[in-house]
């Protein structure tokens, strides 16, 4: 079974400091993989996915991550973090064989400070 | 291009009392999602729909919770009677096709709170 876990519940950062989200994901084949962001009262949104091909994935809003096979990682960072980044973030895994059944990370809630 | 629409937004009901959702996919989407997001945590897929046919239900607490999706258009989750344990946020997805390449599309859920 897949499953990914996500390191740290809540996330702070001061606006324009580097935004790091942490993922780790368990695939016995090798995964495709997600970051979805949900504001308040909010749908989730995808900010990116990694199926296969380059392993540095850019996504919207300056987003960015990297699948890293060796660590089993899939990490989302934003260079300059500002205040509308404020949200929830969910890692997500699913099975290239199957018919795209995510399963999704606790999330982790950033938090941006002025 | 319009979203995924779901209503209501916001329910509050009793314990042991019936209660439905509703959903409308993104136009041409064939596959809907149902999923149960409970408080902290990630969403879970409860049902996955390819055009009319529920394909897989295998999460769906079948002794409370139904859902149709007639027509391969709109789809209503119900859940009879309901129980404290069912609040939760129910989020309505969709997708042009089955198959991990193809983006899922979620609605803004409908947060369903059990007294």
């Known amino acids: 079974a897949q499953s990914v876990t996500q390191l740290g519940s809540h996330v702070s950062v001061s606006e324009g400091a580097l935004v790091l989200l942490r993922c780790n994901y368990s695939?016995?084949?090798?995964?495709?993989l997600f970051w979805y962001v949900q504001y308040p009262n909010q749908g989730l949104q995808l900010l990116l996915k990694?199926?296969?091909?380059?392993?540095l994935v850019k996504g919207i809003n300056g987003f960015e991550a990297e699948f890293k096979k060796s660590e089993t990682s899939f990490h989302l960072t934003k260079p300059s973090a500002h205040m509308s980044d404020a949200a929830e973030y969910f890692c997500?895994?699913?099975?290239?064989?199957?018919?795209?059944?995510?399963?999704f990370g606790a999330g982790t809630r950033l938090t941006v400070k002025p | 291009e319009a979203g995924v629409v779901q209503s209501p937004r916001y329910k509050i009901i009793e314990k042991k009392q019936p209660v439905a959702f509703w959903c409308n996919p993104i136009?041409?989407?064939?596959?809907l999602y149902w999923y149960r997001q409970n408080l902290g945590q990630g969403p879970e897929l409860l049902i996955r729909?390819?055009?009319?046919?529920?394909?897989?239900d295998s999460q769906l607490p079948k002794d409370r919770f139904s859902a149709e999706r007639l027509k391969g258009v709109d789809s209503t989750l119900k859940i009879q009677p309901a129980e404290l344990g069912d609040s939760a946020v129910y989020l309505c997805?969709?997708?042009?096709?089955?198959?991990?390449?193809?983006?899922?599309?979620f609605g803004p859920g409908t947060r369903l709170t059990v007294t």
């Open positions: 997805a969709s997708s042009f096709v089955a198959g991990p390449s193809y983006e899922q599309y």
């Open positions: 695939s016995s084949v090798p995964p495709y």
């Open positions: 990694y199926t296969t091909g380059a392993t």
């Open positions: 997500a895994v699913s099975d290239p064989r199957g018919n795209n059944d995510m399963r």
């Open positions: 136009s041409g989407h064939n596959t």
């Open positions: 729909y390819e055009n009319e046919e529920a394909v897989d």
